[in-house]
């Protein structure tokens, strides 16, 4: 089974910290996305990488960055966190081909940020 | 660009009845559709996909999702539910881009009282 995992499932951090949230998979999958949810809300896409060091923005990337130096792992990073970003964040990976049925998002266990 | 509805917010059913969870989408070309679930503290899993062919799709844990392109809709179903199914049940439909993302719905909490 594919394997996404996201090193820090709770965190508090204060307003104007560098926050890290990182995000690993162990399946060789191409694509990789980070979600943030929120009640009400659903799902919206931040960030998502389609290879390794390419980057695209999704719908909220405000106030978010990435990175992805290897393959397998991708990086959420929050320059200087506030509040308003207190959330749930979910990684996720999928593989490049559709025609393997790459759509197929298999997702962490989601790291829960709180920004005092 | 494609979005998704999902009207419900909760839905509250007794253990054992059945439960259809509705799903519209909005999309220019053929669709391509999921059902997640998110149970309590988890991320999300696939309970079943459509990209093509027969209609009716058959997922896992009992679960059932139909396809009607008249509709704009894949609503997901279940016979008899159980308590262990109560979660947040997430529809999308994609794509964009070569790796086809998809949209989320903003997700139905499903509650079983017993």
């Known amino acids: 089974d594919v394997k996404v995992t996201q090193s820090s499932r709770y965190l508090v951090k204060r307003t104007g910290e560098k926050v890290f949230l990182e995000c690993v998979q162990d399946?060789?999958?191409?694509?990789m996305f980070w979600y943030r949810q929120d009640p009400g809300l659903g799902l919206r896409l931040i960030y998502f990488?389609?290879?390794?060091?390419?980057?695209e923005k999704g719908d909220i990337p405000e106030g978010y960055s990435v990175s992805r130096e290897k393959k397998e792992r991708f990086s959420l990073i929050l320059e200087s966190a506030s509040t308003n970003q207190t959330s749930m964040y979910l990684c996720?990976?999928?593989?490049?081909?559709?025609?393997?049925?790459?759509?197929?998002?298999?997702f962490g266990a989601g790291s829960r940020l709180t920004v005092l | 660009a494609q979005s998704v509805t999902q009207p419900d917010i909760h839905i509250t059913v007794s253990e054992g009845a059945s439960l259809e969870l509705r799903c519209n989408y909005s999309y220019g070309a053929t669709p391509y559709l999921f059902w997640y679930v998110q149970s309590p503290g988890q991320g999300l899993q696939l309970l079943l996909k459509y990209f093509s062919g027969d209609t009716l799709v058959q997922g896992i844990k009992g679960f059932e999702a139909e396809f009607k392109r008249s509709q704009s809709s894949f609503n997901l179903r279940k016979p008899s539910v159980h308590w262990s199914d109560a979660a947040e049940y997430f529809c999308a439909v994609g794509a964009r881009g070569g790796s086809y993302i998809p949209t989320f719905g903003r997700g139905t909490s499903l509650i079983v009282h017993p």
């Open positions: 996720a990976s999928s593989t490049g081909t559709f025609s393997s049925g790459a759509n197929v998002l298999t």
């Open positions: 990488s389609y290879d390794v060091k390419m980057k």
């Open positions: 399946m060789d999958h191409e694509n």
